[in-house]
């Protein structure tokens, strides 16, 4: 069977969210508190409902407990954030994403139980950050508070080198799962793979350590 999401929260994340969900082919209930929001997602989403989240009768009524996954996307009013996650949790629901406004919100969550704790705003500065300090830095996604990954453009330095003359494991800690050249997509290379400047490498690693990558590495000039 199919499964079934519900999105709380039609803000420009929640919004995001349904459009994905919708594109997919997934069934999308979609809730929020302003009717004109609403309305915008009519179109978009299998249902589309104008109701209070922190109201436990209503998400019953709506049927709430029959549905796989619940997106909680309400930003500032952070109350009722934490308050619907509890109601969601109570319920029974088995996956529970909740958006954080910061770190003390993230705790909070993380604390009455939502299953997935998102920061998008942080996130997605951190990975322009990443971004910024070097043109060879394609992307950049957390894994843990320590621990990335980072695609990299393999650039001059690395270019024309092999993996065994790079000695990537050995003097920074990472590793090189995988390698983009063009369309291939070379999973686990060996390590008398060469590598050629316009490669795509994907690298894995404590964030200390790919740092220490990237300073030598990667950053160029
Ligand atoms: P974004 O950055 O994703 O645009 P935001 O962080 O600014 O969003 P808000 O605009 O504060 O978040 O909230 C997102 C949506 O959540 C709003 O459309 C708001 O009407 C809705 N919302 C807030 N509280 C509730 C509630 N109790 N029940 C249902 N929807 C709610």
């Not at 589309?48 to 009524?61: G, H």
Request: with cysteine.
């Amino acid at each position: 069977m199919k499964k079934t999401f519900a999105v709380i929260g039609l803000g420009r994340f929640g919004g995001s969210i349904c459009k994905e969900l919708s594109r997919e082919g997934m069934e999308v209930l979609a809730l929020d508190l302003d009717e004109t929001k609403v309305n915008e997602y009519r179109e978009i989403v299998s249902h589309a409902v104008m109701a209070d989240s922190t109201d436990e009768f209503v998400l019953k009524e709506l049927g709430f407990t029959n549905i796989d996954h619940v997106i909680v996307a309400i930003g500032d009013n952070i109350q009722a954030s934490m308050l619907t996650t509890l109601i969601l949790k109570e319920m029974g629901i088995k996956m529970i994403t909740v958006k954080a406004q910061n770190d003390y919100h993230e705790k909070i969550l993380n604390k009455i139980g939502a299953d997935q704790v998102v920061h998008p705003e942080r996130d997605m500065g951190r990975r322009i950050a990443h971004h910024i300090i070097s043109d060879n830095i394609l992307d950049y996604i957390e894994l843990s508070d320590d621990h990335s990954v980072v695609e990299v453009k393999a650039g001059e330095k690395m270019g024309g080198q092999t993996l065994i003359d790079l000695d990537i494991r050995a003097q920074y800690g990472c590793n090189i799962v995988a390698i983009k050249r063009g369309k291939e997509v070379i999973v686990s290379p060996m390590a008398a793979e060469e590598i050629t400047k316009s490669d795509v490498l994907i690298v894995i690693g404590a964030d200390k350590d790919i740092n220490r990558f990237e300073k030598h590495l990667v950053v160029e000039g």
